[in-house]
């Protein structure tokens, strides 16, 4: 019964991917399944079409800049939080998990406005920036979360050995908090890649995207391609995620207590 | 001889007070147990010693030299908390290597020191390995070493056993006392549980609402408490009302005790449960019924009504006692009980 | 004094530089939204400062009324079935052990990451006529021929289901997660049945999470700005959809700005509404 329940629901969630992983074999230039003849041809093109691997190479490097520009904005909140709880860094938490929680539309309109007045409409920074700002709550959640595990007396015990502020945050702050760091990275890097609707509002016109060159392509021809890489995108995921579970504990990271 | 001074030691939280005016002086070389409920100041003060809370008024010394302006990071103590505070990422060898790399210190005199320290806390050989492969009880010597590690001046502990069960924790009192007597170094231990102050202190300090209430000798402090409260958090004790008559003292219960002479109109006595006398009926000044009895191989322990109070009386083990519900007469020790005036109640 | 833990500024000037960057690129653009939304449209531009109510004032049509009521009934829906099949699986899920919850939630997260354009693609691609489950019903005589299940309201729920659950199973995870397990084997020595267990103890204990869970998925679901466009008909458009579709292809900035102030105000009254139910999730809303 148990078993039957969660084989459904993991049927019901390996579906559209299993659907779309056979469509991308096809050996000719049409999206059938079940598959017209098995090739890899798709996949191959992702790298050899150059406006796929344009597109692949632009949403990698946004990811990389905005996921690490997040990491900035929320590590310092994270550590003045954990420091001292005040009520200017209670404002600027909530601040930093706003974007987050309301639905993209918001963070994408506001994006537009603010950069077309602001003059710099379609420049590939602005995309950087607003998901900076969009996927801050990511890594400020697993900050946060990698704070609270630094017990006050292990800072403490530091002290009494002759750390000074400067080698407390270089011998026990850096080195405890570094998994949640990546993993916060991670989170928003995959998100950020992911993207379309604040990537559209922001570069939409000058810049194709991964997810901007899949919708292009569904509303003005389809092909292939958009399997292949819909399917990589999916490994990626899989791929970050499952890192970040064999390096760290994935369930304390999503809430549960810790392992005893 | 450098011993560790405070003078009017204050620290204040807004309007509370949790460590108010202590002095106290804890001569070179000697192991003190701050003693004490919890929210008694304890904590705070032994804070306030290492450097980690800054006093509101007042001054440490050490010796001559004034330490309360030194930060926390240059006093050179050794600390262990309640908490172990072991380092999670760092391997037991790093661990207790750590404040000897913030010194500077040389590759192959790292490895020695720590080699020797980990022998000396009967732990050879596991300096390779994660904090979270040890036992509790492993743990807490790795703890005790890394706190050792640069022969600190003066060493503290804050509840240092209070994570072990209380077997392993009786054993680590007498390794710990032995350890520092064999070091000679002056260490400062708070704790909430008499017995590890009653094994471990030279000097016992007893602590209640940010005063301390007495320091002495343990054994001295079990005898001659200064206050009801200590006579009552040192050991178990009958604490029993008491009114002046002529020629001795007439108990809450009804009975007469003579010979007992009171400071003042009335008293609180202070009766330990192996000064109480077990007589047959009639035989004795206290009349009394045996509710309960405990018989722990090593002793027995008898719970007993006298009127309104209730005593408790320790027998040696094997001693014959009355059933319960039988009657019974009590006596006291001659000299035995604390008296204690009215006010101090 | 010196010796002091931490001074009392600790820490506090860190907040300078994520306080200025969330202030200009987050702040500001936002209150020029709500500034745009009483604007006037600039043809073939994005605006003009030109106070006026009339953004407002055709939002407040019989037509946007209806898309307003459909978008909200369509995230409930959403949500509510979210709920149905979350509640019993995260329960589920919460009981393996950690080693095998773990590919589970590396799948969930997976998902919950994938971009809407990915989402809406393939399932319009499984409820197709060429390369969906049809054929796969069709080969094994099920059907006569195969036919196309979108455009339809049913394409468009089960998208948003689809794209909702991992993320309606991750917020409530922590709280199954963190149940007392004995909760549940209670019951079952007092002679409940497994199900009846879930059903009677384990769903009452933790109504809480539940609620606030509703609601938080019910303002993700109404986030959602691509799915009711590739899966359902025009009919099926919800708020953020018409918001993407007036700022980019209208280019009419002042009124997508104010069903945005709109849709801000009921996520907002909703996100309170979550917050009466006091319900703790910490962490987990990655």
Not at chain 1, 192 to 211: H, K, Q
Not at chain 2, 38 to 64: D, F, H, N, W, Y
Not at chain 2, 282 to 300: H, L, N, Q, T
Request: aromatic content about 8%; glycine content about 8%.
């Amino acid at each position: 019964m148990t078993r039957l329940f969660l084989a459904l629901i993991g049927l019901f969630l390996a579906a559209p991917v299993a659907i779309i992983a056979g469509v991308s074999l096809n050996a000719q230039q049409s999206l059938v399944f079940p598959p017209n003849g098995v090739s890899l041809r798709w996949y191959a093109a992702i790298a050899t079409q150059a406006d796929w691997r344009n597109a692949l190479l632009t949403s990698v490097s946004i990811a990389a800049f905005a996921a690490a520009l997040a990491v900035a904005i929320a590590l310092p909140i994270a550590y003045a939080l954990w420091r001292r709880t005040t009520v200017v860094g209670r404002v600027v938490q909530l601040l930093g998990v706003s974007p987050f929680v309301l639905p993209p539309v918001i963070t994408a309109l506001g994006a537009l406005a603010f950069w077309s007045t602001a003059g710099f409409y379609g420049s590939s920074f602005t995309v950087v920036v607003s998901h900076a700002i969009f996927f801050t709550s990511l890594p400020l959640v697993t900050l946060t979360l990698g704070f609270s595990s630094i017990d006050r007396e292990i800072v403490e015990a530091a002290r009494t050995m002759g750390a000074d502020e400067r080698a407390v945050r270089r011998t026990i702050l850096a080195p405890m908090i570094r998994p949640y760091l990546v993993s916060g990275f991670a989170f928003a890097f995959v998100l950020s890649l992911n993207e379309y609707i604040i990537a559209y509002m922001t570069v939409g016109f000058t810049m194709e995207t991964v997810p901007i060159k899949i919708f292009n392509a569904l509303r003005y021809g389809y092909t292939p391609v958009m399997a292949s890489i819909s399917v990589l995108f999916v490994a990626l995921a899989a791929l970050v995620f499952g890192l970040v579970a064999r390096f760290g504990d994935l369930p304390k990271l999503l809430g549960a207590w810790e392992r005893r | 001889m450098t011993a560790l001074v405070l003078d009017g030691v204050t620290k204040r939280y807004g309007a509370t007070t949790a460590v108010d005016a202590v002095d106290l002086t804890i001569p070179d070389g000697t192991l003190v147990c701050l003693l004490g409920p919890s929210g008694c100041g304890k904590t705070t003060l032994m804070r306030m010693i290492a450097g980690l809370e800054a006093p509101s008024a007042g001054e440490v010394r050490m010796g001559s030299e004034t330490i309360t302006g030194i930060p926390v990071h240059k006093r050179g103590f050794g600390m262990v908390f309640q908490s172990l505070a072991l380092f999670p990422h760092l391997s037991v060898g790093d661990n207790i290597a750590y404040p000897l790399r913030l010194r500077g210190e040389s590759r192959g005199t790292i490895e020695a020191r720590v080699r020797e320290l980990l022998d000396l806390v009967q732990l050879p050989g596991v300096e390779g390995r994660a904090i979270t492969q040890l036992s509790g009880g492993q743990r807490q010597r790795v703890a005790i070493a890394r706190a050792l590690a640069v022969a600190p001046r003066l060493f503290l502990l804050d509840e240092p056993l209070s994570a072990l069960d209380a077997k392993l924790r009786e054993a680590m009192q007498v390794e710990l006392r032995l350890l520092q007597e064999r070091l000679g170094i002056t260490t400062i231990v708070v704790t909430h549980d008499q017995r590890e102050a009653m094994t471990m202190a030279d000097q016992v300090v007893v602590m209640r609402g940010g005063r301390v209430l007495q320091m002495d000798r343990p054994i001295e402090v079990y005898r001659r408490p200064a206050t009801p409260f200590v006579a009552d958090f040192l050991g178990q004790t009958n604490l029993i009302q008491a009114r002046r008559e002529d020629g001795g003292a007439r108990l809450a219960s009804g009975a007469f005790l003579p010979d007992l002479a009171l400071p003042s109109e009335t008293a609180l006595l202070s009766i330990r449960p192996e000064d109480v006398i077990l007589l047959p009926e009639g035989e004795g000044p206290i009349a009394a019924e045996v509710e309960f009895v405990r018989d722990m191989g090593s002793a027995v322990e008898i719970y007993l009504r006298a009127g309104e109070a209730r005593i408790v009386a320790h027998r040696e083990a094997g001693a014959a006692v009355a059933p319960t519900g039988g009657r019974v007469s009590l006596g006291i020790r001659p000299g035995a009980p604390s008296v204690f005036p009215a006010e101090a109640a | 004094m010196s010796a002091a833990p931490s001074r009392p500024s600790g820490g506090q000037a860190a907040l300078v530089f994520p306080g200025l960057m969330l202030g200009a690129f987050f702040v500001v653009p936002f209150g020029l939204m709500i500034a745009v939304s009483f604007f006037q449209r600039v043809q073939g531009g994005f605006y003009e400062p030109v106070l006026t109510g009339a953004n407002y004032a055709r939002f407040l049509s019989l037509f946007f009324g209806e898309i307003l009521l459909f978008s909200l009934g369509l995230s409930a829906l959403v949500a509510l079935v979210c709920l149905l099949v979350g509640a019993p699986f995260t329960y589920l899920l919460t009981r393996l052990s950690r080693r095998a919850q773990v590919p589970w939630l590396v799948a969930l997260l997976a998902i919950l990451s994938l971009s809407e354009v990915i989402i809406g693609f393939s399932w319009s691609t499984l409820l197709s006529r060429t390369a969906g489950v049809s054929n796969l019903l069709v080969a094994l005589g099920l059907m006569a021929s195969p036919a196309a299940f979108t455009p339809s309201f049913a394409a468009v729920l089960l998208g948003m289901t689809y794209q909702a659950l991992p993320y309606c199973v991750l917020v409530l995870y922590p709280s199954f997660s963190r149940l007392d397990p004995s909760l549940g084997e209670a019951a079952q020595t007092l002679g409940a049945s497994p199900a009846r267990a879930f059903l009677t103890v384990i769903l009452p204990a933790l109504r809480g999470a539940l609620a606030a869970t509703f609601v938080v998925v019910f303002v993700f679901a109404l986030g959602s700005y691509l799915l009711p466009q590739l899966l359902g008909r025009p009919q099926h458009w919800t708020l953020s959809v018409l918001i993407t579709d007036q700022a980019i292809y209208q280019s009419n900035m002042p009124f997508a700005a104010a069903m945005a102030v709109f849709l801000v105000l009921a996520s907002l009254l909703l996100v309170s509404l979550a917050a009466l139910f006091g319900a703790k999730r910490a962490g987990g809303a990655a």
